[in-house]
């Protein structure tokens, strides 16, 4: 038999479940930059919705939309082979899970796994305080608890991430500081979309894994996608 390529020429959806195209671009550079087939990724946001997902009234305002984008371009449309949630609140990740052949990854559950593996205890660092009883209930339903050590608040606003680059990358690299310096963790993870192009300059600046769920999600993707080859073949 012969040797299949890896990952047999996948291709990869991305949805941003806000309306930020700028997000969504920032997203789309940062996968293209990890994948093993960049020309196969496509990333996409809905026309309608919230332009950005800060708490649990906007994750519910985002879902029509997102529903919307994953039934024209999944049920309906182009085929792909993988499928990411590019909100860190994993926002309708369980319902469009249930709906899909081929594997629905979020950035903040990939986040997690990728961050457990590089040790026993991880800190999130996300953007402001009313998303921190999202993360946790996430964080709480996939079983990592008991490694998490805090969900911390840098202050930033979503759209502020690319609004006020200078102040909230100062911001965000303070808070990140204090995980490493306050909570006994081995990594932290970013927890915003937004924040994906920042993880390698943490990582060098801090010397230790700071992660990005959106590079950890197109390695899963990828990873589930060989996993699950010999299903289709």
């Keep these: 038999m012969p040797a299949r390529g890896w990952c047999d020429a996948m291709r990869l959806l991305i949805i941003n479940p806000n309306t930020t195209a700028s997000m969504t671009e920032t997203v789309a550079i940062a996968a293209r930059g990890v994948a093993r087939q960049p020309d196969h990724v496509v990333a996409i946001n809905p026309d309608t919705g919230p332009a950005a997902i800060q708490g649990a009234e906007d994750g519910a305002r985002a879902l029509p939309g997102l529903f919307a984008v994953f039934e024209r371009e999944v049920l309906s449309g182009d085929h792909f082979d993988g499928v990411i949630i590019a909100c860190f609140d994993d926002t309708g990740l369980w319902e469009l899970r249930a709906r899909s052949s081929v594997p629905v990854v979020g950035i903040g559950e990939a986040g997690y796994h990728a961050a457990a593996l590089l040790g026993p205890r991880f800190s999130v660092v996300t ?22 050590a805090r969900v911390r608040a840098s202050g930033v606003p979503v759209l502020d991430i690319e609004g006020d680059e ?23 993870v970013l927890g915003c979309a937004g924040m994906a192009n920042l993880a390698d300059e943490l990582t060098r600046r801090f010397n230790r894994p700071v992660i990005d769920g959106v590079s950890a999600a197109v390695g899963l993707c990828e990873t589930l996608h060989r996993a699950t080859s010999p299903l289709r073949s």
């Design 166 to 188: 200078q102040r909230s990358r100062a911001l965000i690299e303070a808070e990140v500081a204090r995980a490493f310096g306050e909570d006994d963790v081995a990594s932290v």
């Design 127 to 148: 953007t402001l305080a009313v998303s921190i009883p999202v993360l946790e209930e996430n964080i709480r339903r996939y079983g990592f608890a008991d490694r998490c």
